[in-house]
């Protein structure tokens, strides 16, 4: 799943977005450790901590001392906003360029958006 | 970071050719780093100065803060396993495992024990008689155990197939998540370990090209696709590192990331944006042909950190 070019750590701490969206990782448990992530994804574990810091940073994640790091209460409303905030940039945006090379027209996208044939 | 090598203009010299050309560089505590580039580009040269293995012609070493000639209190917290490692006549894989205990203060005989396991080595076995990738398995079971604060790895899996070498990056991991130390690797299969490197040097020609934090050299560079003068306005502007044409169809390489604008442009002009693999960055920095171009802009990101 880590893919060339893009940041690793970035790519951890949307990994556990995705987790925390679809419930694989609920509110207030314990998210996983550095060394977990490193060993998981093989990679180095100041970029899987760098991840974590990411959403610690967001307060997605909370850290307890001396236990590790946990999922803050409210964490999977805040990811989803975050997510919708970006889908528009992520998904919506090269949709219309992609439309607009091929000459779709905006009336047609729509019938397609809603499941109709053109 | 606390940075516990330094090379400070070194120069190495071999009988008129010259191994090593003015690189200053350092490497810090904890790190893993990757240490990249061509067959000759001088990466064994630079790892047998590190380690007092060879005298320099010019410039400095400082590991520890210290020059490590001659130093034992520095040599003893160093190991390197050499790409071709040669052990004496007769010495058995379990005579190397004594030796390293003899040898490593912070020697782990558990660590090496679970290794010859875990490797199938067989213990009683002339490491001479070895198949090539069993040597290189000895290799890695002596610098992981040694826990040398600073273990150095030259090639360290030629002839281990792809699942021994996964072995090793698996059990690298593990070393280093319990006891964190510093590890340079050289290596031609970046692709493999660009995910466990911290940061990455680059030498080609003798020179440092490159060096700096993986995850910043991960994103540094970008391919432009598409019709060639619609790529021209996109990249205009921007250090080219490499050019490929089919036609009038062009995949420019250029030694930045695109801001929001270019993004917006390239989207609306049909140009395609792809960022740049480690491993493509390094072989764009080793091309001879456009070496030239190509150090010079890089070595102005690089040298320096």
């Known amino acids: 799943m880590i893919d060339d070019g893009r940041p690793i750590f970035q790519q951890i701490a949307e990994d556990l977005e995705r987790q925390i969206l679809d419930g694989t990782l609920p509110e207030e448990s314990q998210a996983p450790s550095t060394n977990e992530l490193a060993a998981f994804h093989r990679i180095n574990p100041a970029t899987a901590a760098k991840g974590l810091n990411e959403l610690v940073a967001s307060g997605i994640l909370y850290k307890k001392r001396g236990i590790g790091m946990f999922v803050s209460t409210g964490a999977h409303d805040k990811v989803l906003a975050i997510r919708r905030d970006d889908f528009q940039r992520e998904y919506v945006e090269p949709l219309l360029a992609e439309a607009r090379r091929l000459g779709i027209e905006q009336s047609h996208l729509l019938v397609m958006i809603k499941g109709g044939r053109v | 970071m606390n940075e516990l090598i330094e090379a400070t203009n070194v120069t190495k010299n071999y009988r008129g050719v010259r191994a090593l050309d003015d690189v200053t560089l350092s490497i810090s505590e904890n790190s893993i780093t990757g240490l990249l580039g061509r067959n000759g580009a001088g990466k064994t040269t630079l790892m047998s100065l590190l380690t007092a293995q060879d005298f320099l012609t010019s410039g400095s070493v400082k590991v520890f803060g210290e020059d490590p000639l001659e130093n034992d209190k520095v040599l003893s917290r160093m190991c390197f396993i050499r790409e071709s490692q040669r052990y004496p006549n007769n010495f058995k894989v379990r005579h190397v495992l004594a030796a390293g205990e003899n040898f490593y203060p912070d020697w782990d005989a558990e660590l090496a024990a679970s290794l010859v396991e875990e490797f199938r080595l067989p213990a009683g076995r002339q490491v001479e008689k070895l198949s090539r990738g069993m040597r290189s398995s000895v290799g890695i079971l002596l610098g992981l155990a040694s826990r040398a604060p600073i273990t150095i790895f030259d090639e360290p899996y030629l002839g281990l197939d792809a699942t021994a070498r996964q072995q090793f990056y698996d059990v690298l991991l593990r070393e280093y998540a319990e006891n964190p130390r510093t590890i340079v690797l050289s290596t031609h299969l970046i692709d493999e370990?660009?995910?466990?490197?911290?940061?990455?040097?680059?030498?080609?020609?003798?020179?440092?090209?490159?060096?700096?934090?993986?995850?910043?050299?991960?994103?540094?560079?970008?391919?432009?696709?598409?019709?060639?003068?619609?790529?021209?306005?996109?990249?205009?502007?921007?250090?080219?590192?490499?050019?490929?044409?089919?036609?009038?169809?062009t995949a420019l390489t250029v030694d930045a990331r695109l801001d929001d604008e270019r993004r917006a442009l390239a989207q609306s002009m049909s140009v395609e944006i792809q960022p740049v693999s480690l491993q493509t960055l390094v072989v764009r920095a080793g091309l001879s042909e456009t070496a030239g171009a190509a150090d010079r802009t890089l070595s102005t990101i690089g040298g320096a950190r």
């Open chain 2, 193 to 249: 370990v660009s995910g466990l490197l911290s940061d990455v040097l680059v030498l080609n020609d003798g020179r440092l090209v490159m060096a700096g934090a993986a995850d910043d050299l991960r994103q540094r560079a970008t391919v432009l696709t598409g019709k060639d003068d619609r790529v021209a306005i996109v990249a205009a502007g921007l250090p080219v590192l490499h050019r490929e044409a089919l036609g009038a169809y």
